[in-house]
């Protein structure tokens, strides 16, 4: 078997990958690089390749990254801007509704503290007309309105009800107290204000129903009785112009006229005087303010009214001079006189009682005749006024003087049987400007006022 003997090449014997062989002076050199380092060597030239390409590329399109980026940021800025200007409209919304509703508020506050004001300056005069009403005896019945302040605190809530009251004259109602009300939560303020102001102008205006119904009341009231006052008048026979023009007749509410009236009168007067002024608007009209005005100008002319209808019935001689238990034995008119035995006039009413009974007079006056008159005997004779006299005759005693003032039920005699009489009894005249009447129709009168 042949043996092939070993190479003599510097490089024949070397086991490494890749070597170098170096000549030098002093003799070759050789440089032998391994498998590590050559997989080291690859992976750093991948690594310089690759950062090549990448510095190139970047190089190449550094502009265009760059513009992206930047219109990127751009989008991005607008799209931001965009947002808060959304959001600051909103905001701008939210608090222009929330002034709007301020605002608001702000005017019905100021308006039902104007409302009160008003409410509570016309309480002075609805006290003042029902306590004149309660002292003329025409006071309202109870009513399902409250006069209270709609300010003031323990109120009646929702629903229910508490009579009408009014305070006594020269004394006003005391103001209010102000609603006190716990702050409302964060974020719930409009709530407990919308409601707290709507109950409180719920309740204004229930004081100021309330109010006008009161005063309806009153005039109603002394209407009622000023009705009754003509049916007494008519009743007698008499002519209301005896008692003064306008007397006794049904109270009127005068009213605005309407504008083309006012404008037709003011056409009329152009020519008839002098006028001017500055030109301003016309006063704004409200409903509540105009059936408050006509409710109380109702009851000041009914109460008026009252007033006068009650001084006339004062001064009529309405009712029997004697008590009832005496009864009446000649009527008026003519009839069998009991000494000729022929018809004469009977000019009064006779009532049987026991001498010394006590006569009283039937309404007040002045006495303008006390003594013995003739065939009267002892006579007293009582000027009421408007034309209207009565006589009490044949009294035993006579207790009152001439120009004496009396007042109605005051006593002014005793019954007797002086003059032309044939036993103890009150002869009753009632005598319209000095002519006799049938004292009946008075007496009649007064039973029907006294049933009413």
């Known amino acids: 078997m042949f043996i092939r003997p070993p190479a003599q090449h510097p490089l024949a014997n070397s086991s490494a990958r890749i070597a170098f062989l170096i000549r030098a002076r002093g003799g070759p050199r050789i440089i032998e690089i391994g498998d590590r380092t050559v997989t080291a060597l690859i992976l750093i030239s991948a690594l310089?390749?690759?950062?090549?390409?990448?510095?190139?590329?970047?190089?190449v399109m550094r502009d265009d990254l760059v513009i992206s980026l930047l219109a990127n940021q751009r989008r991005a800025h607008y799209a931001y801007e965009d947002r808060i200007a959304e959001l600051r409209g909103r905001i701008d919304k939210i608090t222009a509704r929330q002034l709007v509703s301020q605002d608001s508020m702000e005017d019905r506050v100021a308006g039902l503290i104007a409302r009160q004001a008003e409410l509570e300056a016309r309480q002075v005069l609805v006290g003042d007309l029902g306590t004149r009403a309660e002292k003329a005896g025409i006071a309202p019945q109870t009513s399902p309105f409250a006069s209270a302040s709609p300010f003031q605190t323990g109120?009646?809530?929702s629903g229910s009800q508490a009579p009408l009251s009014y305070a006594p004259a020269g004394r006003p109602r005391p103001l209010p107290e102000p609603v006190s009300a716990e702050p409302p939560k964060p974020g719930s303020f409009r709530g407990p204000i919308e409601s707290l102001v709507r109950e409180v102008e719920k309740r204004a205006q229930t004081m100021e129903t309330g109010q006008v119904q009161l005063l309806a009341a009153i005039g109603q009231g002394g209407e009622k009785e000023i009705a009754t006052s003509r049916q007494a008048i008519a009743a007698l026979g008499l002519d209301p112009a005896r008692f003064g023009k306008d007397a006794l007749k049904a109270p009127a509410i005068r009213r605005p006229a309407p504008l083309d009236e006012l404008m037709l009168r003011d056409v009329r007067q152009e020519t008839a005087s002098a006028i001017g002024g500055p030109l301003l608007p016309p006063l704004p009209a409200r409903a509540e303010a105009e059936a408050f005005e006509q409710a109380i100008q109702r009851a000041e002319i009914a109460l008026e009214s009252t007033r006068k209808a009650r001084m006339i019935l004062a001064a009529l001689p309405l009712g029997r001079p004697i008590s009832e238990r005496f009864e009446m034995t000649s009527s008026y008119g003519t009839r069998m006189d009991p000494f000729t035995r022929s018809p004469a006039l009977h000019s009064g009413i006779d009532f049987r009682a026991p001498a010394g009974t006590p006569v009283r007079a039937i309404a007040a006056g002045r006495i303008v005749e006390a003594g013995h008159a003739g065939g009267?005997?002892?006579?007293?004779?009582?000027?009421?006024?408007?034309?209207?006299?009565?006589?009490?005759?044949?009294l035993s005693v006579v207790s009152v003087t001439e120009g004496e003032k009396i007042e109605k039920g005051a006593i002014i005699g005793q019954?007797?049987?002086t003059g032309r009489s044939t036993g103890p009894h009150l002869h009753y005249e009632v005598r319209l400007d000095d002519d006799s009447t049938d004292p009946m129709r008075f007496i009649r009168a007064g039973r029907m006022l006294a049933a009413n």
Do not use: N, P
Request: no cysteine; glycine share 10%; aromatic share 18%.
């Open 48 to 59: 310089l390749f690759a950062w090549y390409l990448v510095a190139t590329l970047y190089l």
């Open 376 to 394: 009267y005997g002892r006579m007293v004779e009582i000027d009421h006024g408007y034309g209207i006299t009565t006589r009490y005759a044949h």
């Open 415 to 417: 019954v007797g049987s």
């Open 155 to 157: 109120m009646m809530t």
